[in-house]
C-alpha cells in the first residue's frame, strides 16, 4: 500500500499548484492514501473552511494542520463538523476538533495521528505523553504521524520513539525539506521535514524582500506570498498494510 504524504501547502498559489500535479502523482505512484498538511492554505496565512475544502476536492483525504491550526475564527465550527481536517492532538482537552482519525480503505484501514512539538513552540501537552494515550485506542497497525514541530532533536527523538509501533513519523513546520528519509530500524517510515508545496524563490512562501526587511530592521510589516513558481515537496511511502511495517520512503520534488 502507499501513502502520499505532501508538506505545508502554502495560500492559494500552492493550493492550485497541487490541484495542477496531483492526479498525475497519484496515477504514476499508485498512490491509495493522500494525506496533505494544510495549514498555511488560506490566502495570507492559516487555513480556512474554503483552502481546506479545496484540498479535499482536489484529492485529500485527510488534511492535517498545526500551529496555525486556529488562526481563522471561522476555523471552530469546521473542526467540529470535519472528521478529515485534524488539528494537534496534543491541545488540552476541551479543544474543540480531532487529532487523529481512521481512513476505511477498504483493503485496509488506516489512522492519522496529527501532534505537535513543543521545543520552540507552543506549550501544549507533551506530545510523547499524548501519543502513548492515544495508540491503544487504534484498532489498526496502519498508523500515520504528522509530526509539526521546530525543533530536529525532538522530531528525531519522536522518530525513534515511535520506532516499530507506527508506520511513518513525518515532520512537518519547517518548510525546508531534509535529505534524512528513512525506514528505522522498528519498520517506521521517518523523516524530519517533508518540505513546502507554494513558490519556491520565497522565505517558507513569503516574498523574499518582505522577509529581509522583517528580519533587517525588526519593524512590523505585512507579509506577502511570493509570486515565483511554486514546487511540491512531499514523501511516497510504501508500506505493508497487513503489518503496518514501512517497507520504503521516498522524497518527491516536483517542479
Given amino acids: 500500500m502507499k501513502l502520499l504524504f505532501i508538506g505545508d501547502v502554502v495560500g492559494s498559489a500552492g493550493v492550485a499548484f497541487v490541484k495542477e500535479k496531483l492526479w498525475k502523482l497519484k496515477r504514476d505512484y499508485e498512490i491509495d492514501l493522500t494525506v496533505i498538511n494544510g495549514e498555511n492554505s488560506a490566502q495570507g496565512n492559516g487555513i480556512t473552511p474554503e483552502s481546506f ?56 484501514r488506516v489512522a492519522v495521528i496529527n501532534l505537535m512539538g513543543t521545543a520552540y513552540m507552543d506549550s501544549l501537552d507533551n506530545p510523547f505523553t499524548v501519543i502513548d494515550s492515544i495508540l491503544p485506542e487504534i484498532d489498526t497497525p496502519n498508523i500515520i504521524v504528522d509530526f509539526h514541530a521546530e525543533a530536529t532533536a525532538e ?21 525546508v525539506q531534509t535529505a534524512d528519509e528513512a525506514v528505522l530500524a522498528g519498520g517506521t517510515a521517518y523523516i524530519t521535514d517533508a518540505g513546502m508545496t507554494g513558490p519556491e524563490v ?54
Wanted: aromatic share 6%; net charge positive; charged share 25%.
Fill in 53 to 108: 475544502g479545496e484540498l479535499m476536492r482536489i484529492g485529500a483525504d485527510v488534511v492535517t494542520t498545526g500551529n496555525h491550526c486556529f488562526r481563522r475564527k471561522e476555523m471552530s465550527a469546521c473542526y467540529e463538523r470535519e472528521p478529515l481536517l485534524l488539528r494537534p492532538a496534543n491541545y488540552p482537552e476541551g479543544v474543540v476538533g480531532r487529532g487523529s482519525c481512521t481512513v476505511d480503505l477498504g483493503r485496509a
Fill in 155 to 175: 522530531k528525531k527523538a519522536m522518530g525513534f520513539y515511535l520506532d516499530g509501533r507506527v508506520t511513518a513519523v513525518l515532520g512537518t513546520h519547517t518548510h
Fill in 202 to 255: 520565497s522565505v517558507l512562501g513569503v516574498e523574499s524582500s518582505i522577509a529581509i526587511e522583517k528580519m533587517r530592521l525588526r519593524h512590523p510589516v505585512t507579509f506577502r506570498e511570493s509570486s515565483s513558481a511554486c514546487f511540491l515537496n512531499g514523501v511516497v511511502v510504501t508500506f505493508d498494510e497487513k503489518t503496518g511495517r514501512a517497507g520504503a520512503i521516498e522524497r518527491l520534488i516536483i517542479r
